[in-house]
């Protein structure tokens, strides 16, 4: 059970707009700690996409964009291509097990 | 250019120990924390432990508090982990990442390596 709750997956049509979401508490986003996301394709290393919320590092297209809210954050992707298709993870800090968290992850599927 | 390498998994009985590598290029490694995440075959990823720049100052997930500790060499640019008394659940693959942020609440893992896999079994 992974302290930030992302849906197991999410699909969209190519040229979509599809956002995922990413719950926590009082004791991470909550508590106003940055909200980070990662894309991850099998087999590699996940990548930093989102940072800081709603910042993209050098490279990222500016067809993903982040925002948080209270105890929530989501992530939205516009003119879904199929290279999107990957899995998509949250991250932030929990004050209570004072670490790093991550959500369990969303798998993209561009149909 | 920022690279990590990561070294050191294997396959060890539980029980055993093993000590994982990770040498740093292309960033002044002393500036900055770094963590160790792991994730486990089909899993998610899960954040292990993290050592602040100067080497001073470590933390740990309750998983692993008290089996792993977190070292680093910042004259060879050398982040390790020495695992002890390694579990069936420990079996993963670890990587290293680099952490950046202005404050330990808002740290990011901005760079990562691409991974050793540790498999604990007999």
């Known amino acids: 059970q992974s302290v930030l709750t992302q849906p197991p997956s999410v699909s969209g049509a190519p040229g979509q707009r599809i956002t995922f979401s990413c719950t926590g508490s009082s004791s991470n986003i909550g508590t106003g700690h940055d909200v980070h996301w990662y894309k991850q394709v099998p087999g590699t290393a996940p990548k930093l996409l989102i940072y800081g919320n709603n910042n993209r590092p050098s490279g990222v297209p500016d067809r993903f964009s982040g925002s948080k809210s209270g105890t929530s954050a989501s992530l939205a992707i516009t003119g879904l291509q199929a290279e999107d298709e990957a899995d998509y993870y949250c991250?932030?800090?929990?004050?209570?097990?004072?670490?790093?968290?991550f959500g369990g992850g969303t798998k993209l599927t561009v149909l | 250019e920022v690279q990590l390498l990561e070294s050191g998994g294997g396959l060890v009985q539980p029980g055993g120990s093993l000590r994982l590598s990770c040498v740093a290029s292309?960033?002044?490694?002393?500036?900055?924390?770094t963590s160790w995440v792991r994730q486990a075959p089909g899993k998610g990823l899960e954040w292990v432990s993290m050592i602040f720049g100067g080497g001073v100052g470590t933390y740990y997930a309750d998983s692993v508090k008290g089996r792993f500790t977190i070292s680093r060499d910042n004259s060879r640019n050398t982040l390790y982990l020495q695992m002890n008394s390694l579990r069936a659940e420990d079996s993963a693959v670890y990587y290293c990442a680099k952490q950046d942020g202005q404050l330990i609440g808002n740290y990011c893992f901005d760079y990562w390596g691409q991974g050793t896999l540790v498999t604990v079994s007999s």
């Open positions: 991250q932030s800090y929990d004050d209570r097990l004072s670490g790093w968290v």
């Open positions: 292309g960033f002044t490694f002393s500036n900055f924390a």
